[in-house]
C-alpha cells in the first residue's frame, strides 16, 4: 500500500503520460484482493505480478490457488504483468550493489564483465520458461480474455519459442484434449516488450499485436546513449531498426497496443 500509494503520488505530476501498474501483497491471497480493488479505484492499469513463487514457498504462479487474483484481473479488464527480476535470483545477484563493488574491487575485471554479459543475455531470456508455463498450464484456457504481460521479454526468440511449443503440443499428443495450440493462446491474450532489437524485427509482422516497443530506462542496457552505452537516442533507434517494417506493424509496435493493453485508447 505504501509503494502505491507513493507510485500514485509520484505519477501525479503528469498522469497522462505516467501510468502506474500496482505491486500486491502476494504472501496474502486475501489482502491481495483488497489491493487489487482499491488500486483499481484509484486508476491503477495493471497489476505486477511473480512468476517463481515456488522460491518463496508459495504455489506455482499457474496453480488454481492464484485463481481468484487472476479472476480478478479479468473481470477489472486490467492486465497481469510478469517482470523478470523474480525469474532468476542469479540476475538480482549479479545487479547487487555488493556484486558491483566486488567487481570493481577484483583485479580480474575485464573477466567479470565478460559473465556479467552472458549472463544478462540468458537471464533476458529466462521469461521463455515463464511464457511456455503459461501456454501450457491451462490458464489461458481457465481466463481466456485475461491480459498477461511479459516485460522485458524481448522478441526475437518468442516466435521460435511459440514455434517449438505446437510442435511439441502435436507430438506429444497434447492437441488431442487441447486443439487449441499454445501460439494461438498467445496471440489471444498474451504480449511482450522488447527494445535493442534489430535483427529479429522482420519476424514482428507474424505477431503484431502481441508487443510493445520499450526503451526500458532507465537500466544500464536501455535505449539511453552515453559513455558507457552503444545505444542511439530512440527517436534514431526508431527510424533505423523500424525503416523497412510495415507502418501498420509499426505504429501498433509503438503505441497502438500499448493503448489496448492498458486501456489507453
Known sequence: RAYNDFLREFAGADPRRLLTIAMLPFWDVDATLMEMGRCAALGFKGFLFANKFEKVGLPSFTDRYWDRVYASAQEMNLSINYHIGFATSQVAELMSVEAITASRETEHLALDRRERARSQAIGLMSQG????????????????????????SGFGYVPYLLEALDWMWKTQGAYLTNPMLPSEYFRRQCYGTFWFEKTTLPLLSDY????????????????SPGPCSPADIPADHIAMAFADLDETVTRKALCQNAEHIYNLD
Not at 520458461?129 to 522485458?152: H, N, Q, W, Y
Request: contains cysteine; negative net charge.
Open 129 to 152: 520458461d515463464m511464457l511456455a508455463t503459461i501456454l501450457t498450464s491451462g490458464l489461458c484456457e481457465r481466463f481466456p480474455s485475461l491480459k498477461l504481460v511479459s516485460v522485458e
Open 208 to 223: 503484431p499485436d502481441n508487443f510493445m516497443f520499450s526503451t526500458d530506462f532507465p537500466h544500464p542496457i536501455s535505449l
